[in-house]
């Protein structure tokens, strides 16, 4: 999968033009959520229900590990965060496992949304990163340098707009890779929204 810098305080030719004249600040704007993205959230979670008995325990499980992760980075709690990172890194299904894409998708809304929680976050999960397989190894840390595919940084460019084609791009990457970053993605501007309102 390509992969492009998601720093917006980085030269044009690290990522297209276009993207630098719509983001041409380090720290984007948290965008309000609409109905065609909550749905999509929502979908995510039911498709992971609905799978065999041993998948939706491994989606619960993740589920609940990446609300306390997320709770526990924003509160700076890092005793907690190291402990659901680890609850997540190397956990799931697939070529690059589902916890880990969740958490690639969280490190995308971060650069994006949130940057000063970044250096949290690389510091817990980079000693984790033996605990996954090379492949998704690596793209976690292409994701802590700031580095997201291009279908990810395309939905990041969207979020809040009500366009759904970027969307349905990133759902179409892997088995589950796409769902599973789009639902780490979400998951996280929905906590920053929490944080923002002082619902933590």
């Known amino acids: 999968m390509r992969t492009r810098k998601c720093s917006w305080s980085l030269p044009d030719t690290c990522f297209s ?5 719509r983001y041409g600040q380090s720290k984007g704007p948290l965008p309000c959520i609409c109905d065609v993205e909550w749905r999509a959230h929502n979908h995510i979670r039911q498709i992971q229900g609905q799978s065999n008995p041993l998948f939706r325990q491994i989606y619960g499980a993740l589920d609940v590990s990446l609300e306390k992760l997320l709770y526990a980075l924003l509160l700076g709690d890092r005793s907690e965060l190291v402990n659901h990172c680890r609850a997540c890194i190397g956990f799931g299904q697939g070529l690059t496992p589902s916890g880990d894409d969740m958490v690639l998708g969280t490190f995308a809304a971060l650069h994006r949304y949130a940057p000063e929680f970044v250096p949290a976050l ?5 000693p984790l990163l033996p605990c996954t397989n090379e492949i998704s190894s690596s793209y976690l840390a292409l994701a802590m340098d700031g580095y997201a595919a291009t279908p ?16 349905e791009t990133l759902l179409s990457v892997g088995h589950s890779s796409g769902s599973d970053i ?7 501007v929905k906590k920053l929204w929490d944080k923002e309102k002082g619902r933590m």
Do not use: D, K, W, Y
């Open 17 to 21: 033009r276009r993207m630098r004249q």
């Open 122 to 126: 690389s510091n817990a999960v980079s």
């Open 152 to 167: 990810v940084l395309e939905t990041l460019h969207c979020l809040g707009s009500g366009q759904t084609q970027p969307m």
């Open 182 to 188: 789009l639902f780490g993605i979400l998951t996280t």
